[in-house]
């Protein structure tokens, strides 16, 4: 089983959507849990982190389910220029970041 | 953005040269890595520095080689590269290694012909 795995989409959605993205991590002793986002060709930006109670930033809501093991990202009211590619992360057993391959989110008009 | 700067931002090279990445961190974190990110692959660590001290070479071949002499400066010295090699080099820092959130560079991208 790989450490953190996505759905890797694309999710093509129109403006105005509500969009969810799932992601399962494999080490139960976990404790770090962020959301990533990736434009084409550029670096990852933090968009989130993940915390036990769950989170919210305004359009983007964040959750953490420790019994079933998995992360997910919540977006309202989608919009042009959340098209990218959202990035699952983790810290593993041995303390490092591991990065999911991402999850592919297309909005359109 | 400014946090995390690198250069150069593309670098063509043949196989026989040798080149250098820089990475300079502006955030007063205590621990800087490399990653490679090719094309349709998730993002694979290859060094991790924790206060200037090498904690991880994740089996990167020794063709790779970094040197970090100080918490703000990151360098990947590249030599005989092979065109399998040709990816997004990306440098990151945060607060301490381990579980903090990370903070990338913009990357360098590389082509080796």
């Known amino acids: 089983r790989k450490e953190v795995e996505q759905d890797p989409g694309p999710f093509n959605v129109p403006e105005g959507a509500t969009v969810a993205f799932n992601c399962t991590y494999s080490?139960?002793?976990?404790?770090?849990f962020f959301w990533y986002r990736q434009d084409c060709r550029k670096e990852p930006k933090l968009l989130m982190s993940v915390y036990s109670s769950g989170n919210e930033d305004g359009r983007f809501t964040a959750q953490l389910n420790r019994a079933s093991q998995y992360i997910s990202l919540l977006i309202r009211d989608s919009k042009l220029s959340d098209s990218a590619t959202y990035l699952c992360v983790v810290n593993s057993n041995t303390d490092k970041l591991i990065f999911g391959t991402g999850t592919r989110l297309q909005v359109f008009p | 953005e400014t946090g995390v700067t690198q250069t150069p931002r593309h670098l063509v090279m043949g196989m026989t040269n040798k080149k250098s990445l820089k990475c300079e961190q502006h955030l007063g974190h205590n621990a800087m890595y490399w990653y490679k990110q090719s094309a349709k692959k998730p993002l694979e660590l290859m060094f991790v520095y924790n206060f200037k001290e090498q904690t991880e070479n994740n089996s990167v071949p020794s063709r790779f080689s970094p040197e970090c002499p100080n918490s703000s400066h990151l360098f990947l010295h590249l030599h005989t590269l092979q065109p399998e090699d040709s990816a997004l080099y990306l440098c990151?820092?945060?607060?301490?290694?381990?579980?903090?959130?990370?903070?990338f560079g913009p990357g360098t991208r590389l082509t080796v012909t």
């Open positions: 990151a820092s945060s607060q301490v290694g381990g579980r903090d959130e990370q903070y």
């Open positions: 080490n139960s002793a976990s404790q770090s």
